[in-house]
């Protein structure tokens, strides 16, 4: 059925497409319609124009009752061709129209018209259909009508697995190009020296930079492709940004300070060794300048610049490995160390006098005790294992394992006094130290000594507390004594028990000097005598100790079976036998 005419439309449908939908179609609204012309004045469309028209209206009309949305964007169409004046095919339209009229009313009342179940007679129409016995349907003309015009319509044509690849493969170098474009620029750019991110071969410049200040590597490059190939390194492209920058700062385009992008033109220079060290070349930046640059970096960072804060790692970096500043810590670590003497070999002494020589081996806290130790200061020289390394020889403590100076003999919770003394105690010089993890361990252990030392810690109230301890302050660890466990014991009368057990037992030996050990008897068989088993116990543990001599051998021939008697062969006379068998033959 035919769908009621837009009001916007300026024209009306022919009468003879009304009247056969009229009795199917909605009641209109009572109202006066605006006057209208007729179409036969102002539209006209082409053949193919009004197949499309007819298709839509097919597929849309059958299924929705007011006009669809897709009827209204052809009413908007038809509007504006009347617009255009376009006059001619109105009459083709409207013959189109009629066709779509006909036969939608009973595809209205059943949508199943259009959409046929799959049984036994709709396959059987289907066939008769495809054999030419049968007429097609409306719907079925359609639907074929449909699928010949989707088959000949133009379709994009489908790329195959080699040109998908190919199409990926140039992608990717087109954004490897564009990284590598982007990575020129930023080289161009200076390679983030003036506060942008950092690459790796300004960190590499820099480290190579530092090594020829400090003198490790004089090398230069003489040949004749070295000009060559330093104006194509990344060091040079560097240099001639950082040149660039250093003349706008000159000229004042850019709030830089001129002589931190000096040093750093000069640092490039460096790098690629085509500048030769004689009196022409730039003096080395020294600790103040660096130590200026690293404030005013740090006030920039402080005041909100997030950029700088690479800068600030930058210089931090420049101002603990310059010489300077080595050589300054080394004497301000040999002044404090002198300054503290007293101190450490006070505290060393106090700590020794309260710890016995031998802590490792049985020591309990009632033993402490009733040696004269306050309880408190007694449970805690037990519990802190790191007190033990005051009785230890600093050749002992030099072999140790980092494991067990990080786990056994950890720094942590020790007072003033005790840092003190544990830090006296270690030695000069570790051994089977290739990692430097026991120096570490005891910078750590100095590190925490200077700040306790500076922050004026006191020692616990255990220590203050023992006026008189009972120890001496001078003697190590015996060697003879090796703890090997928590409760580890003297070894030595054992080790001693142990060798003369060892000797009680050895061979005697004759010969040489070397100590020929003599040939031992093969054993024998248990059987009696003096190899049976009755006899070794006998002369082991005694006569008594053992059955009597010969049971063994009296049970083993009572188990014995007595050997069956063999049957006498009968004597047979050779000569008779012969003389028989010759009669019994002839």
Known sequence: MLAPTPASLPFTIAEDVVDETVYDAPPLRQQTPPPQQDALTFLEVDGATALTLLEAAVTHCAYAHPPPARLRQLAARLETLAARRERRAALTLTRCLRRVGKHTAHARR??????????????????????????????????????????????????????????????????????????????????????????????????????????????????????????????????????????????????????????????????????????????????????????????????????????????DAVVRGHPEYVAEQAARRTAWDAANADANATALATVRAAVPPDVRHGWTVERLVEQGLPPKLAARVLRVRALWLVRMAPSTIAKMHVADLRGAYDARGLSLDELRAVYASLPAAWENDGDGKKQEWAEAIRDKLVAAAASGAAGPQAWADAAALPFDATSYEPAAAVAKNDEAVDRASELAAVAEARKAREVPTEGDAWGERVARPAPRRLSGGDGSRAAMVARLHGPSAGPPVGLLDAIKAAKQKPPKPVAAAPVVDLFAELRRTATRVE
């Open 110 to 315: 059943t949508k199943r018209a259009l959409k046929p179940r799959d049984t036994n007679a709709s396959r059987a129409r289907r066939q008769s259909v495809a054999i030419g016995k049968a007429k097609p349907s409306k719907a079925e003309a359609l639907k074929r009508r449909a699928s010949i015009a989707r088959a000949r319509a133009p379709v994009r044509p489908r790329l195959n697995r080699a040109a998908e690849l190919a199409a990926r493969a140039g992608q990717k170098k087109r954004e490897a190009q564009e990284r590598r474009a982007a990575d020129v620029r930023k080289e161009m750019l200076g390679g983030g020296w003036c506060g942008a991110a950092r690459p790796a071969w300004v960190e590499n410049d820099e480290a190579l930079s530092r090594k020829i200040e400090a003198g490790l590597t004089g090398k230069k490059e003489d040949d004749a492709l070295s000009p060559l190939r330093a104006s194509n390194s990344p060091s040079s492209k560097a240099e001639k940004a950082a040149t660039a920058w250093l003349k706008k700062a000159r000229n004042g385009d850019v709030p830089l300070d001129v002589a931190e992008v000096e040093a750093v033109v000069a640092v490039l220079k460096r790098c690629r060794g085509v500048v030769p060290d004689d009196a022409k070349e730039a003096a080395p930046m020294t600790l103040a300048e660096a130590r200026r640059c690293l404030k005013n970096a740090v006030a920039q960072l402080v005041a909100g610049d997030a950029s700088v804060e690479v800068e600030v790692e930058r210089w």
